[in-house]
């Protein structure tokens, strides 16, 4: 996932939170215009649950395409998979074998 879609999908959880806790704080007052808004942020609510379960298996199914993708690559190419894993590891040694 991008930065900006791991920060929007943090603050729309955080969003479903907070109505939780509105929701449940405004749960014993009454009055007509209390139960507009109320009825208005359950939908909200469940529209925003709706999203990120979505969201969420819509990243779980490119993660499982991309690993579908890079094995049958490795498959393909098992020299060339052999090469560049020697040299991330030859880097990563001289880079973390300096003082």
Same mark, same amino acid.
């Given at each position: 996932?991008?930065?900006?879609?791991d920060?929007?999908?943090k603050?729309? /959880? #955080?969003? $479903?939170?907070?109505?939780?806790?509105?929701?449940? =704080?405004? @749960?014993n007052?009454t009055g007509?215009?209390i139960e507009?808004v109320r009825?208005r942020?359950?939908?909200?609510?469940?529209?925003a /649950? #709706?999203? $990120?379960?979505a969201?969420?298996?819509?990243?779980? =199914?490119? @993660?499982?395409?991309?690993?579908?993708e890079?094995?049958?690559?490795v498959?393909?190419n098992p020299w060339?998979a052999v090469g560049?894993? #020697?040299?991330?590891?030859?880097v990563?040694?001289?880079?973390?074998?300096r003082?």
């Amino acid at each position: 996932m991008q930065p900006t879609t791991d920060r929007l999908m943090k603050d729309l /959880r #955080a969003v $479903v939170v907070d109505t939780e806790e509105l929701l449940k =704080a405004t @749960a014993n007052q009454t009055g007509e215009r209390i139960e507009k808004v109320r009825a208005r942020a359950e939908e909200s609510l469940r529209n925003a /649950r #709706a999203r $990120v379960q979505a969201a969420s298996h819509d990243v779980q =199914a490119a @993660a499982q395409d991309a690993m579908q993708e890079v094995d049958s690559q490795v498959r393909q190419n098992p020299w060339t998979a052999v090469g560049v894993a #020697a040299t991330i590891g030859f880097v990563a040694g001289v880079l973390l074998g300096r003082k």
